[in-house]
């Protein structure tokens, strides 16, 4: 009677890794199955991810100097993804939603503000001429509205929402994330030039966290 070795399916691999604790295992099996890309493995470890990092380790200077600000690293995201996914829209409402509550405390709600953000998430979801002029009007109430009069945290809360909005209409919808994901973590400094707080580092970190994840595909759009 012959015997043989049955080779353990993908699925039994990947469980297999997840039992072990084994990350770059997971991300290794995830690659063979094609849920995500040589490409996409290769930017996550530009943008400092260490699983990804130990599968495709960068060796393009151009890459690794792109990811030094978040400009490049949202560019990046999108050489990887380009913008079937909506992914740079959604992650400029990501990043403006994180800090309408700066505006909340001095003006007691955000509603002037989410109308933007969800008129980016509309459009993310119908890619509608619609949904782009509900945007372009949300974006007009808020730089047009009399409580954006200054350039502190509030002020950067609001022109984030802005950016968020302009992602769904503008060419370069890149360009629209970089600015809200950069004008988010101004809002985020508690008095000017105090760069160094642990709330606009933990802003930069989440952000960059949240652009791995979307590259690995283990979040997406919204």
């Known amino acids: 009677m012959s015997r043989h070795t049955r080779n353990p399916s993908a699925d039994e691999r990947r469980r297999a890794a997840e039992r072990a604790g084994d990350p770059v295992a997971v991300l290794r099996e ?3 199955r094609g849920e995500v ?3 996409q493995v290769r930017v996550a470890a530009v943008l400092g991810d260490a699983r990804a990092w130990a599968l495709e380790p960068p060796t393009d200077p151009t890459d690794l100097n792109l990811a030094l600000g978040r400009e490049g690293s949202i560019y990046l995201v999108g050489r990887a993804l380009g913008d079937r996914d909506g992914l740079a829209a959604s992650y400029a409402a990501d990043c403006a939603e994180r800090v309408t509550s700066v505006w909340v405390q001095r003006h007691g709600n955000d509603a002037l503000l989410r109308s933007a953000i969800e008129a980016a ?3 993310v979801r119908e890619r509608s001429a619609d949904a782009a002029n509900e945007a372009r009007r949300a974006v007009r109430a808020v730089l047009a509205s ?3 009069v200054s350039s502190d945290r509030v002020y950067y809360a609001a022109r984030a929402a802005a950016y968020a909005g302009e992602a769904a209409y ?3 919808t890149d360009v629209a ?4 994901a950069n004008t988010a973590v101004n809002a985020r400094i508690p008095s000017p030039g105090d760069s160094s707080a642990a709330e606009v580092r933990a802003e930069v970190h989440w952000q960059q966290d949240r652009l791995i994840a979307y590259v690995l595909r283990e979040e997406r759009p919204l």
């Open 121 to 123: 998430r509309r459009w």
């Open 37 to 39: 890309t040589t490409e």
């Open 177 to 180: 994330a970089a600015n809200a």
């Open 30 to 32: 995830r690659l063979r």
């Open 146 to 148: 009399d409580l954006l």
């Open 170 to 172: 503008v060419r370069n």
